[in-house]
């Protein structure tokens, strides 16, 4: 599926959303998903960035067996088209474009994926972690691929049960994960690289990401709204 097309049905569906939002979901009081991390066919959120106070915008959009995120441009312009597969109960981010304006600037892929979730965690004790592993390749717009580079994430389940207010309301149980670049990751000659990707992700079931902190600079994502499909919805 082109980024252009992409673009052009995710910003349609997030037309729709405007400054709806729905009350905080409580786990297993009939949440529209059971999935801390729903990939469904029409969802979008909205979040709150402290950097500029600007509003992401995220749709989700279905492609047979995969998921197409758009993420609409920030106010300099600069929006991503991701393409996410779930495997094993892992949700896995294969593919990403990087636009400028809507002009495509990169593609980078990613083999066997840049993990976003795991199903293991919420079955996870505190404290535990593990190490991911993914090559990835970059490719500017018109330009031959280049060179695969290894990553390696260190993730670690940091509670299980922890409460989140955020602008769309107050979030129970949520699950907060840390995770930053692992002390082997080949990438990180940059003695800066570790620690700017270093982050906290709060997950709440039947909802995804409700907050977002880069703990190096103390920038949130705040959730302010959000839609997803009514349950049994194709």
């Known amino acids: 599926m082109s980024a252009i097309r992409t673009t052009t049905l995710a910003l349609a569906a997030l037309a729709a959303l405007g400054c709806n939002q729905k009350d905080p979901v409580e786990p297993g009081t009939g949440s529209v998903s059971s999935s801390y991390f729903p990939l469904e066919d029409g969802a979008s959120w909205t979040y709150l960035h402290s950097n500029g106070g600007w509003r992401e915008e995220v749709a989700i959009e279905r492609d047979g067996d995969s998921f197409i995120q758009t993420q609409v ?7 991503s088209v991701s393409t996410f597969v779930i495997e094993d109960g892992d949700v896995l981010r294969v593919e990403e474009d990087l636009l400028q304006d809507e002009e495509l600037v990169y593609t980078a892929v990613y083999d066997p994926g840049f993990l976003r979730f795991s199903d293991d965690w919420v079955d996870a004790e505190q404290g535990d972690e593990e190490t991911r592993r993914y090559d990835r390749t970059e490719t500017e717009a018109g330009m031959e691929p280049k060179d695969s580079q290894p990553r390696a994430h260190t993730y670690t389940v940091e509670s299980l049960d922890e ?70 919805e194709e």
């Open 73 to 79: 441009g920030d106010p300099s312009g600069e929006s």
């Open 163 to 232: 409460d989140v207010t955020v602008p769309a309301g107050t979030f129970r149980n949520c699950l907060r994960v840390h995770r930053k670049r692992a002390l082997d990751d080949p990438s990180i000659d940059d003695p800066t690289a570790q620690t700017e990707q270093e982050k906290l992700f709060w997950f709440c079931e039947g909802v995804g990401k409700v907050r977002e902190e880069n703990v190096m600079s103390g920038n949130t994502e705040l959730l302010t709204a959000y839609e997803l499909p009514e349950s049994g």
